[in-house]
């Protein structure tokens, strides 16, 4: 039998939600029968073994009693080490949410050292979690996008206030505020923690309402439910998704929603060339405005909170076919390979001495 890793917690804002969907995953796989190997990523970027069966209390102060050290390392043939031992790991569920776990970075380790794993590669996933390159594609393919700038480069806006200041890297709702102007914005930017690496703006779209929905990839693209979520106040913020409630799985929301069928049909059809655009593998949720008859793409999230188990009610699929699902497809494909193709030292043997070159 296969021995899955799933890897969990990472030095994001969102630490303590990653740990909640690495654990459901985790039981989710122990009551499968399934040999699973937890990995705890630590807020200061440690990596430990831990036991699978763990609760989240075990983690409120930091690494768990009985955590046993890892070390990750990016070469072909290592990975994850105990000593000077690769642990054995036929795949990798990546649970991870927010940087760097899910921007690309960590995949980019996990290509470097010939591990396969969950969720999109480093290109699909650093695009996902950029706000304003996502914006960017999927306006160009025809899609209607929030309309989204980037905050530094925007002096003046012809587009009246209120707006949405968000990170241009991050996800959850995190950092996300509503401000009256862009003297207001500016000034956020310059004091939010969660906006040190830029930040992006974009109106309040009054009046609009959040719907979401699911997007798996294993054994068939496939779409979930469409979710609408309840909103209170201006935006649907991190805490009503993950705090009211006692968790993500019970916050308020109505699935499948009460929504317009051509409404629907368009968010559908959507989410799949979204899918595409990104390289969605294993599961998403992309997310949407509408007001009227308007439907806008707002973001996508590569790794989502629970990946998203909650809204697969129609068609009905359960939360461990759908870990077994991504596991499997993970499993069957194939590390990603790199090519040395045209590198065959002409260039070196030709170029004349390194000094020449220097001017």
Known sequence: ???????????????DISILTGLQVCRTLLDAGRDVTAIYWTKSGDWFAVDPGLEAADFADGVPRGAKPLRLIAEPGAGFMVKKKPLEVSAVINCCHGAPGEDGTLQSVFDLA??????PGAAGSALGMDKLAFGAVVASAGLPSVPRRLLATTATWELPPPYI????????SIGIEVVDGLETAHALADTSPHLADGAVIEPYLEGSRDFNIAVRTYPELQLSAIEAPARSGGIYSYEQKYLAGGGLEGSAREVPA??????????????VVVAHLVGVRSVARIDFLVRADDVWVNEINTIPGSLAAYLWVDPPVSRRQLVLDLLAEAEQSSPRGFTTAGADGTALRSAASIASKLG
């Not at 010939?114 to 969720?119: H, M, S, V």
């Not at 317009?260 to 959507?270: G, Q, S, T």
Request: glycine share 14%; aromatic share 6%.
């Open 258 to 271: 009460a929504i317009p069928e051509a409404i629907a049909a368009r968010i559908r059809d959507a989410a």
């Open 114 to 119: 010939g591990l396969r794993y969950t969720g």
């Open 165 to 172: 200041v968000k990170p241009r890297f991050g996800g959850s």
């Open 1 to 15: 039998m296969t021995k899955p890793a799933v890897v969990f917690g990472g030095p994001s804002p969102e630490h």
